[in-house]
């Protein structure tokens, strides 16, 4: 017989450990501000990124004063909740486009945040990528470090990152880029790290999973959050069962992913609960992945 007495118990202690560190993250193709039928308000993406109540978000797509939309898309959306602002956002410019900047942004109302690490594919300057080549959107990321404590004595580390691959040359160009993420994680953060940590790489891939650059590259360092089994819980939208990001009103494609990788001296004592489930709205042309994220 199931012993009811236990099974209260077993609730209590999970109910009731001590969370070391919580956050909810998010990433969103916001196609600079306009949503699925293009028509561009601003208010309107803010808005929904309102309603995620995400602590943390990675935005791809991301205008900065250029002539089209003459604004600081980022610095709005951070100050548009007045109440709970993003308090610490980086916008990393990854080309110059009409005469301002178009690239991806993360925003944090986090303000611990120990580095900001940036690299752009090729290792290309904005300057350099004013005229599109083909397949190249002259891209990069933007990695940030959230530090933490466990048990008063060990540093540990959360790293948050983004990208948004580029699209071209029969999948050649995801190809590339995601070669040049692997290569340097490993060369700035896995050959050099002493300290524990995770890296949550996030952002708009441009491929299915079954494409090279997600199954052969990818995978050869992360975990795919949405496919991994026994890592998180799927929250899963029954009109939307295979978690599909793309397009937004009639989704059939999973491009945008959340990765993870855990060093291998990651304290085993250290529980992780996640739960990951991508959103239904028409904001943008894709929907956004949020992932709740929490270690104790
Ligand atoms: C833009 O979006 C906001 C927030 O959803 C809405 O209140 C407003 O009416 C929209 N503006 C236009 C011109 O549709
Ligand atoms: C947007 O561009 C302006 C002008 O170059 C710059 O001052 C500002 O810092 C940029 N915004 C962000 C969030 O980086
Ligand atoms: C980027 O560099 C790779 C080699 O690392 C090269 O194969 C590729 O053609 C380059 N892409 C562009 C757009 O220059
Ligand atoms: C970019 O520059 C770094 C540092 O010089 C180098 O290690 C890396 O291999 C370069 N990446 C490419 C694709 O050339
Ligand atoms: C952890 O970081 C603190 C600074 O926040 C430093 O003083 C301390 O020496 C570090 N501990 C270890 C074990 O590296
Ligand atoms: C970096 O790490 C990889 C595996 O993660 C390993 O094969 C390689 O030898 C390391 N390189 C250095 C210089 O430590």
Request: some cysteine; proline content about 3%; glycine content about 4%.
């Amino acid at each position: 017989m199931k012993d009811l007495k236990y099974d209260v118990l077993i609730w209590f202690i999970i109910t009731f450990i001590p969370s070391i560190i919580s956050i909810r993250f998010g990433t969103y193709n916001i196609q600079s501000g306009s949503n699925f039928e293009h028509v561009y308000n601003l208010t309107e993406t803010a808005e929904t990124i309102r309603r995620l109540e995400v602590d943390i978000i990675a935005l791809q797509e991301v205008d900065n004063i250029t002539i089209r939309h003459p604004i600081d898309q980022t610095t709005y959306i951070a100050q548009y909740n007045k109440k709970q602002p993003f308090q610490y956002f980086h916008f990393e410019k990854m080309r110059n486009f009409q005469n301002g900047g178009y690239g991806i942004s993360i925003l944090s109302k986090e303000t611990s945040i120990k580095r900001v690490l940036t690299y752009h594919y090729n290792n290309t300057t904005a300057e350099q990528c004013t005229v599109q080549r083909e397949g190249d959107y002259c891209q990069g990321f933007i990695l940030f470090e959230i530090p933490f404590k466990y048990q008063d004595n060990t540093n540990l580390s959360i790293y948050f990152g983004t990208t948004h691959l580029g699209i071209g040359l029969n999948g050649l160009q995801q190809l590339n880029e995601a070669k040049q993420i692997v290569q340097w994680m490993t060369d700035n953060i896995i050959n050099v790290s002493t300290n524990p940590y995770i890296i949550l790489m996030t952002g708009d891939y441009n491929t299915i999973p079954s494409d090279d650059s997600i199954k052969n590259v990818m995978l050869s360092l992360f975990d795919d959050l949405w496919t991994a089994e026994d890592i998180c819980q799927k929250v899963i939208d029954p009109s939307n069962i295979n978690g599909y990001t793309f397009d937004a009103l009639n989704p059939s494609k999973r491009i945008d992913y959340i990765f993870i990788l855990k060093s291998l001296n990651f304290p085993d004592q250290i529980k992780l609960n996640c739960k990951i489930q991508v959103v239904s709205t028409l904001s943008s042309d894709h929907r956004p992945v949020l992932l709740n994220f929490d270690l104790s």
